[in-house]
């Protein structure tokens, strides 16, 4: 299956239907920077290893359940509960693959140490790129949420203690509809090696599926001028990620920040962007246990 960055590079003066509109050439600079094919070809056993994992946890956690919130093939959450007999708090997951690869059931995985803690865990999945826009994606993790916050006594949610999290694409995707805020908050943000600015993308090889213009990527940026103050907000990158990663970490908690929000970057030594969610699955690693302590008063 492809991963983030997967695609090789289509010349862009080939016009085959896959090209983005407007056409641009790819930045070759850029290019190294956010298509990760060049950099990891270990990238296909880490997602391996988490499916394995994956399975794993699917199999303990004989509960959790398929809960379907649109009619779209993959508008499908997977939750699983926590033991619990009161209202707990929920972390929701968004999984990346730039918009247009991987799903859900890969990382369930990551699931585990906030179950273990009483934390009921959600993860939606959602159509991908050609076939829909990222806008839809969007509106899709909107009704996600939507959903989940709206059932949260059926489900034994404490809506007032959301955490919404992702990685990479999902990161982008968490941070633009909390800054779009439709219907309820987010006690806390937990954004993994994100994607919080488009505009460098638009001159690389993931354009030919994600088919962004320059207006499109504005727009769809995470805006840290609407970020939630009551939010509180983690982004982690790998210490081993690209400078464009971790620029863009770096860059967008300096803007929450100037917002007013409460945001801290971590950079998490020796990790790439693709095992550096074995830190989040990891109940002793300081990446989980800052994301955890977002559930703990400010």
Known sequence: MESDGESAARPASVDDGTQASPARAVDEALEREYNLRIRHPERGAAYDDYRRRSVALRERETEHRARRYGEAANCVIDFFPARVVAPAPLFVFIHGGYWRALDRGIFSFLARPWLDRGVHVAMPGYDLAPAVSVRAIADQIHAALDGLLGDAAALQIDA????????????????????EKRKGSAIGFVG???IYALAPLLSTSINFDVRLDADEARALSPSPARADRATRYLCAVGGAETDGFRRQTHDYVAALRERGCHARSLEVPGRTHFDVLDDLADADAGLFRSAFALLSPA
């Open 160 to 179: 007032t203690r959301c955490i919404v999290g992702g990685h990479s694409a999902g990161a982008h995707l968490g941070a633009l509809v909390l800054s």
């Open 192 to 194: 993994v090696s994100g």
